[in-house]
């Protein structure tokens, strides 16, 4: 890392050239601006993903720190990528109000805006209505702070990217017609999760009962799991139901623990195949890079999103 220097938000982008004058790099990038809010004790993790992003689609990154306190500090910094490459990184801390007036500024402008809320506290004032104003994709854990699909801007979460893998792997248990048969039979649903975090679960468990065309989720069971994965990556899923010759119903997803695969299960009509589907674990910058590639405002989210909303 080139940095991080003391400036302001008016010099901030004279400290910026100042550091890739160092750099000797002639071409630089402008993939696109995303704005983090965070607060201190996650700031670190959040630096880390960001930085494990390489600037693929976003040159320039802007951490707001909220829970600053006195006269707002902004520092700036080259953050190297593999290549040669460098991403710039503006940190302010400062309170929200204070933020608010200093983040519009440093965003470049004709760029794609990406703005990520990455702290666990709902947003207050007027800071996160505002960057929303301008943002092309907000990132949130829209679960836990009620932040519902809007118009304006697609809305993207992180439990939702994180689980992209889970629900490729169950469509495929599906794909031979005669197990599509089975699916008006089924009647309940489990779904493991690693850690303490359940939301992941509960959206793949909407996106599960809005396919098979369920009202609501009262079919389902969340269980935490132990399959070695990242808090909140899943562990598990079971579909369940009987047949109309009276025979159980089944079809399972199980993570190994030291693997990218899930082993899978399909039950119907006394016969039971094994097989194994790739679901490899996604870290947050993985996540961070799925939903940055792809914004788009999707109806099956949406329909997913208020079935596990109804859960809380």
């Keep these: 890392m080139l940095g991080p220097v003391p400036t302001t938000v008016r010099g901030a982008q004279g400290a910026l050239d100042e550091l890739w004058a160092q750099t000797q790099v002639e071409t630089r990038a402008y ?4 704005v983090a809010l965070t607060i201190r004790k996650h700031r670190q993790r959040v630096e880390e993903a960001l930085a494990g992003l390489e600037g693929r689609y976003a040159g320039r990154q802007i951490i707001g720190v909220m829970d600053g306190g006195g006269d707002l500090k ?3 910094a080259l953050v190297a990528q593999p290549g040669g490459l460098y991403v710039e990184r503006l940190t302010l801390d400062a309170d929200p109000e204070q933020l608010q007036g200093a983040i519009l500024p440093l965003l470049r402008p004709a760029t794609v805006n990406h703005v990520w809320w990455g702290a666990d506290s709902k947003p207050a004032g007027a800071l996160l209505t505002e960057l929303t104003e301008l943002a092309d994709q907000v990132i949130a854990d829209s679960l836990t702070l009620d932040i519902p699909p809007a118009r304006h801007y697609a809305l993207a979460d992180l439990g939702w990217s994180r689980s992209a893998s889970w629900r490729e792997a169950l469509a495929q248990l599906f794909d031979a017609p005669d197990a599509a048969r089975q699916l008006p039979h089924v009647r309940e649903l489990t779904v493991r999760y690693s850690g303490v975090n359940d939301l992941p679960a509960r959206l793949y468990a909407g ?14 069971t969340l269980r935490a799991g132990h399959c070695g994965r990242e808090n909140g990556d899943l562990c598990g899923a079971e579909l369940r139901g009987e047949g109309p010759d009276g025979q159980p119903v089944r079809f399972s997803l199980d993570a190994e623990a030291t693997l990218d695969v899930a082993r899978a299960v399909a039950e119907w009509g006394g016969r039971t195949r094994h097989s194994e589907v790739n679901v490899p674990p996604m870290s947050l910058a993985d996540g961070l890079a799925h939903l940055m590639a792809r914004p788009e405002r999707g109806e099956v989210f949406e329909r997913a999103w208020r079935l596990a909303k109804e859960t809380l």
């Design 31 to 34: 993939t696109g601006n995303i």
């Design 74 to 76: 902004v520092e700036a």
């Design 207 to 220: 996106f599960v009962a809005s396919c098979l065309g369920w009202a609501d989720l009262r079919g389902l």
